[in-house]
Nanobody, 121 residues
C-alpha cells in the first residue's frame, strides 16, 4: 500500500506564488508517473503537471511558463512551484501517484486528499 500526503496550498493574490509538495510513502517499488491534477467547482479534473520515471514532463497548456514541477526521487516527493497565479488557477489540487507493486506487478493509481488553492484579491 502507498500513502500520499500533500502539503502547501492556501490563498494567494493574483500574480503571487505558492508551492505544493507531495510525498509518497509505504511500500514503494516503482513510481511510473507522479504529479498534479486539479478540479475546479463544476469542472472535470484536469492534468496540471506530471513527471515520469524517466524524467519526461507534461504541463497543462495554460500553466506553461508559470508552473514548474520538480522531484526528489530518493524521497519519492514532487513539488509544484506556482508563480504568477491567476484566478483561473483556483481549484483543489490533487497529487497523483502511478505505482507498480513489487510483488504483484499490479499498477495502481493513488490520489492525495487534495489541497485547496485560491487565487483572489
Amino acid at each position: 500500500q502507498v500513502q500520499v500526503v500533500e502539503s502547501g496550498g492556501g490563498l494567494a493574490q493574483p500574480g503571487g506564488s505558492l508551492r505544493l509538495s507531495c510525498a509518497a510513502s509505504g511500500r514503494i517499488f516503482s513510481i511510473n508517473v507522479m504529479g498534479w491534477y486539479r478540479q475546479a467547482p463544476g469542472k472535470q479534473r484536469e492534468l496540471v503537471a506530471v513527471i515520469t520515471r524517466s524524467g519526461d514532463i507534461s504541463y497543462l497548456e495554460s500553466v506553461k511558463g508559470r508552473f514548474t514541477i520538480s522531484r526528489d526521487r530518493p524521497k519519492s516527493t514532487v513539488y509544484l512551484q506556482m508563480n504568477n497565479l491567476e484566478p483561473g488557477d483556483t481549484a483543489v489540487y490533487y497529487c497523483h501517484v502511478d505505482h507498480t507493486d513489487e510483488k504483484t506487478w499490479v499498477r495502481t493509481v493513488y490520489w492525495g486528499q487534495g489541497t485547496q488553492v485560491t487565487v483572489s484579491s
